[in-house]
């Protein structure tokens, strides 16, 4: 046995002088098991499979119904109209040479009147639908802008505020009724519907009344039978961009609309509630929706005045509550934590917004107007003694970082 061993170990030894030392080493490999939270991803449904059953709507329930007059199709055009879009594209090259070197010159009122003519109505539809003005109001049902309406606000002695399709107007600027005006036959009954769906404070499903009239002659307004007077726009503080639609319906006769007539200046929101959807109902056999235009309103000043001077009541604002961030349970020693960050980290927001506002008032002089901001604010070196933790707050204080955005006021 020990002649063996000895043989063996001069034989390896040789082996390795032979090699010159050299040691083939093979990697082993191994691979960590895939561990799948739930199904495996082939038999589980994606996002879009499970949003689908989520809104899942009936096909003969929620099938949308066209209330309105309809309007004619791009394939119903007649020989006439084709040879003359042939002919636009003929001098289409010449349109875009023209526009390349400054030198087209087009009517808008013209571009606008074909625009209404041919797709303007479906494009109408698709902004209403986009901010939701039909399900609010009609819940199924829709229907083609065919009456164009121009509805405006008096905004000084020379210039109007107009109301398109979802454009934004303070409060302010619609403090008084506005002017519309449409083209009609003046033996032809007209009613003006203004209303929001997001300004009732008491129901979520119904919508304060803000104009109604009735028994329009023509496009003569004024000579309408009045049956609620104008109420300015009131935009709750903090309740962000709210809808205001004009709804213009086309009578088949004169109808007697008492039922729905409110009190004279009615300063009451309960006896302004309303429901679009309820009014039609009532009255669809004899009125149809020919027409829409609305506006978005954000709170400002003037909001407190209609309250408190005209509606006699205390302004309600809303606020934002942010759901509390996720951070783990705070520790009385924390270890290899920055102290200053850490106790932020469990700071109530409200406190660090009410320290960044005493550091910003502090650098405010009324008598003076405010100071410009540094291009290069670090430039400026601090002392040695200052502590690391305070470089770093002065530092995002100069820079506007973090909790200390606010600090610069705006250019």
């Avoid at 594209?89 to 606008?112: I, Q």
């Avoid at 009131?234 to 009190?263: E, M």
């Avoid at 006896?271 to 039609?280: C, G, K, V």
Wanted: aromatic share 12%.
């Amino acid at each position: 046995m020990a002649v063996t061993a000895r043989v063996a170990c001069v034989a390896a030894r040789k082996a390795l002088l032979q090699g010159r030392g050299a040691i083939a080493v093979q990697p082993h490999r191994s691979r960590h098991k895939t561990i799948y939270r739930g199904k495996w991803p082939e038999e589980a449904r994606t996002f879009q499979q499970r949003l689908d059953e989520i809104n899942a709507k009936d096909p003969e329930l929620d099938r949308l119904v066209n209330i309105g007059f309809p309007v004619a199709s791009h394939a119903d055009s007649d020989v006439s109209e084709r040879k003359k879009q042939r002919e636009w594209v003929k001098s289409r090259g010449k349109l875009e040479y023209a526009a390349r070197h400054k030198e087209l010159r087009l009517d808008l009122g013209e571009v606008k009147a074909k625009w209404l003519e041919e797709v303007g109505p479906h494009h109408v539809r698709s902004i209403a639908e986009h901010y939701s003005v039909y399900s609010d109001l009609f819940g199924t049902a829709f229907f083609y802008n065919t009456m164009p309406m121009s509805v405006c606000y008096d905004y000084d002695d020379e210039f109007v505020t107009p109301v398109y399709y979802g454009n934004r107007i303070p409060p302010s600027e619609a403090a008084v009724p506005p002017f519309v005006d449409y083209e009609s036959d003046p033996d032809t009954l007209w009613t003006l519907v203004m209303s929001s769906p997001d300004a009732d404070l008491q129901h979520n499903d119904k919508e304060c009344l803000h104009w109604l009239v009735t028994n329009i002659p023509g496009s003569d307004v004024e000579s309408g039978e009045t049956l609620c007077d104008y109420l300015q726009p009131f935009p709750v503080r903090g309740a962000g961009y709210l809808r205001y639609i004009f709804l213009l319906y086309k009578q088949n006769k004169r109808i007697d609309f008492t039922s729905h007539k409110r009190s004279p200046n009615c300063k009451s929101l309960t006896e302004r509630t309303f429901s679009t959807l309820d009014f039609y109902r009532q009255h669809q056999d004899d009125i149809t929706p020919a027409s829409v235009c609305f506006f978005q309103s954000q709170w400002d000043s003037s909001v407190k005045s209609i309250f408190h001077d005209v509606l006699g009541m205390k302004e309600p604002s809303f606020e934002f509550i942010r759901p509390p961030n996720y951070h783990p349970k705070q520790k009385r020693y924390p270890i290899k934590q920055p102290f200053n960050l850490y106790l932020d980290r469990y700071r109530d927001a409200k406190d660090i917004q009410e320290e960044v506002l005493k550091e910003r008032l502090k650098r405010v002089d009324p008598f003076s107007p405010p100071a410009s901001t540094a291009a290069y604010p670090n430039i400026y070196r601090l002392p040695h003694s200052v502590p690391t933790w305070m470089r770093l707050r002065i530092k995002n204080m100069r820079l506007g970082k973090h909790q200390w955005k606010d600090m610069n006021p705006d250019p």
